[in-house]
């Protein structure tokens, strides 16, 4: 009988029969006349166990001279043993080499500590460590579920451009790009555009990469990074953050069903994520700064909060270990927030806006807003901001013709997957992070 094709991830459908597993040496230890080849696929790894007795000698020898990373098809047995990550070992049968890594020329990461520069010098190697790889397997499962949530809730993907003739989110941190000798820049956000396709179809949302010459190096900020973004016509703020708050619960419990192993393999405490359900907390930004203010008076912030400002990062951080689940701020004062947004009227010096602050010191993970919908508002601010009215003619046209009131939240792709998997920085969210001193490789 020939052996079947398995992945190490389905080991367990295959427990007393031969396999055969298309990878990689991870590593490998030796004791006596037995050898321990460990593996790994891209689904998981598994270790091998082959006796000078109970293989070839050509077997025998070409395991004990193998090296790390050369590729290989495994034939071996599969037999469940408790103790064993993953609950399988393999009796190992045969073993055929596709290319032996030289010892002339080892694999430059070893199983002992890198720091992290060597290793994103080598990012297009480091992302085969299982750790790297779950991180990696973790994302795809936000996406996936990200995009789910709305193709199945009635949201239509309408993708905005990439290259585009004006800021959205002010001018200091574009990217300017020659288009044909005329400026353009890489995109920030695509709201603007999706604005006009929401009051075209309704429920939309946009994915994609976005671009942000932050020149501040913090473990939170990317030059590119994706974005998820929904708009939709005739919701207000409150229908926002209910929306905010079902979308993020959905993404969440998504990996804990479909991606549990990788969190264990990542070390991540899931209990943390299993309390991520709807309702989260509301805290108006003055509650909010009114707390931060309390907190230094009690020695717990060494920098005053003054009130009127932006949260910094010490805040953010504080303000989200107060709380189990993220925490929607609503309302910041108008001023240091964006020009589209509409203001509140109870008290216009405050915007209908909201960021959602991922707990465990996470941080924004949501910025979203109601916007403007009168055009004399909007052309003001617009003028207000230094912003080129020439370019925003036609999004002047979404309040000319048949406006109404509409709001759309962004949510950072990397900040999310930051915050699931307990990471200390957004480098290792991403295949290939760009930061203000990275474009390699
Ligand atoms: O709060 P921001 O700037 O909001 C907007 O761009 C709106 N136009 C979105 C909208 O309403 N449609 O960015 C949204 C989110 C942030 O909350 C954060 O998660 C992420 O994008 N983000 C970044 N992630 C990584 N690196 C950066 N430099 C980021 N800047 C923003
Ligand atoms: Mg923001």
């Given at each position: 009988?020939?052996?079947?094709a398995a992945?190490?991830?389905?080991?367990?459908q295959?427990?007393?029969?031969?396999?055969?597993l298309h990878?990689?040496l991870?590593?490998?230890?030796?004791?006596?006349k037995?050898?321990?080849?460990?593996?790994r696929?891209?689904?998981g790894?598994?270790?091998?166990?082959?006796?000078?007795k109970?293989?070839s000698?050509e077997?025998?020898d070409?395991?004990?001279?193998l090296?790390?990373?050369?590729?290989?098809?495994?034939?071996?047995?599969?037999?469940?043993?408790?103790?064993?990550?993953?609950g399988?070992e393999?009796?190992i049968?045969?073993?055929?080499?596709?290319?032996?890594?030289?010892?002339?020329d080892?694999?430059p990461?070893?199983?002992?500590?890198?720091?992290v520069?060597?290793l994103?010098e080598?990012?297009?190697?480091?992302?085969?460590?299982?750790?790297?790889?779950?991180?990696?397997?973790?994302?795809?499962?936000?996406?996936?579920?990200?995009?789910?949530?709305?193709?199945?809730?009635?949201?239509?993907?309408?993708?905005p451009?990439?290259?585009?003739p004006a800021?959205?989110?002010?001018?200091?941190?574009?990217?300017?790009?020659d288009?044909?000798?005329d400026?353009?820049?890489?995109?920030?956000?695509?709201?603007?555009?999706?604005?006009?396709t929401a009051?075209?179809?309704?429920?939309v949302?946009?994915?994609?990469p976005?671009?942000?010459?932050?020149?501040?190096?913090t473990?939170?900020?990317?030059?590119?990074?994706w974005m998820v973004?929904?708009?939709?016509a005739?919701?207000?703020?409150?229908?926002?953050m209910?929306?905010?708050?079902?979308?993020?619960?959905?993404?969440?419990?998504?990996?804990?069903?479909?991606?549990?192993?990788?969190?264990?393999?990542?070390g991540?405490?899931i209990?943390?994520?299993?309390?991520?359900?709807?309702?989260?907390?509301?805290?108006?930004?003055d509650?909010?700064?009114?707390?931060?203010?309390?907190?230094?008076a009690d020695g717990?912030l060494?920098?005053p909060?003054?009130?009127g400002?932006?949260?910094?990062?010490?805040?953010e951080?504080?303000?989200?270990?107060?709380?189990e689940k993220p925490?929607m701020?609503?309302?910041?004062?108008?001023a240091?927030k964006?020009?589209y947004?509409e203001?509140?009227?109870?008290?216009p010096?405050y915007?209908?806006?909201?960021?959602?602050l991922?707990p465990?010191?996470?941080?924004e993970?949501?910025?979203?807003?109601q916007?403007?919908?009168?055009?004399?508002?909007?052309k003001?601010?617009?003028?207000?901001?230094?912003l080129?009215?020439?370019?925003f003619q036609?999004y002047?046209d979404l309040?000319?013709?048949?406006?109404?009131?509409?709001?759309?939240?962004?949510?950072?792709i990397e900040?999310?997957?930051?915050?699931?998997?307990?990471l200390?920085h957004?480098?290792?969210?991403i295949?290939?992070?760009?930061?203000?001193?990275?474009?390699?490789?």
């Amino acid at each position: 009988q020939v052996p079947a094709a398995a992945t190490i991830s389905t080991l367990g459908q295959y427990d007393g029969q031969s396999v055969t597993l298309h990878g990689w040496l991870y590593n490998s230890r030796e004791s006596g006349k037995l050898i321990f080849p460990i593996f790994r696929d891209g689904t998981g790894t598994v270790q091998g166990v082959a006796h000078v007795k109970s293989v070839s000698p050509e077997v025998f020898d070409t395991l004990k001279n193998l090296t790390q990373e050369s590729s290989v098809i495994v034939t071996g047995k599969v037999r469940a043993d408790k103790r064993a990550p993953g609950g399988y070992e393999l009796d190992i049968e045969n073993v055929q080499v596709i290319q032996r890594v030289p010892e002339s020329d080892p694999y430059p990461i070893t199983p002992k500590e890198h720091g992290v520069d060597f290793l994103m010098e080598r990012r297009h190697l480091w992302i085969r460590s299982p750790r790297q790889s779950a991180i990696l397997r973790i994302r795809a499962e936000i996406m996936r579920a990200a995009a789910e949530y709305f193709d199945s809730n009635g949201f239509v993907r309408t993708d905005p451009p990439i290259l585009t003739p004006a800021a959205c989110e002010g001018t200091s941190t574009l990217f300017p790009v020659d288009y044909f000798g005329d400026p353009a820049f890489l995109t920030q956000s695509g709201q603007l555009y999706i604005e006009s396709t929401a009051l075209a179809l309704g429920k939309v949302y946009s994915f994609g990469p976005t671009f942000r010459a932050e020149k501040s190096k913090t473990r939170r900020h990317l030059t590119e990074f994706w974005m998820v973004e929904p708009e939709v016509a005739f919701m207000d703020l409150d229908g926002l953050m209910t929306l905010a708050e079902n979308y993020i619960s959905h993404i969440v419990q998504s990996v804990l069903k479909n991606r549990r192993s990788e969190l264990e393999v990542i070390g991540r405490d899931i209990a943390r994520l299993e309390a991520i359900t709807p309702p989260f907390p509301r805290l108006r930004y003055d509650e909010a700064a009114k707390m931060l203010q309390q907190a230094h008076a009690d020695g717990h912030l060494e920098n005053p909060f003054e009130y009127g400002n932006d949260f910094g990062s010490p805040d953010e951080t504080w303000l989200t270990q107060q709380f189990e689940k993220p925490v929607m701020v609503h309302r910041y004062p108008a001023a240091v927030k964006a020009f589209y947004m509409e203001p509140d009227p109870q008290d216009p010096t405050y915007a209908l806006c909201v960021d959602v602050l991922a707990p465990e010191g996470y941080g924004e993970v949501i910025g979203g807003s109601q916007r403007v919908a009168s055009y004399e508002l909007l052309k003001s601010r617009i003028e207000s901001h230094d912003l080129p009215l020439e370019s925003f003619q036609w999004y002047l046209d979404l309040r000319r013709y048949g406006s109404v009131p509409h709001s759309g939240f962004g949510m950072g792709i990397e900040r999310v997957v930051a915050w699931i998997c307990g990471l200390d920085h957004v480098r290792e969210t991403i295949p290939f992070a760009r930061t203000l001193h990275r474009i390699y490789p």
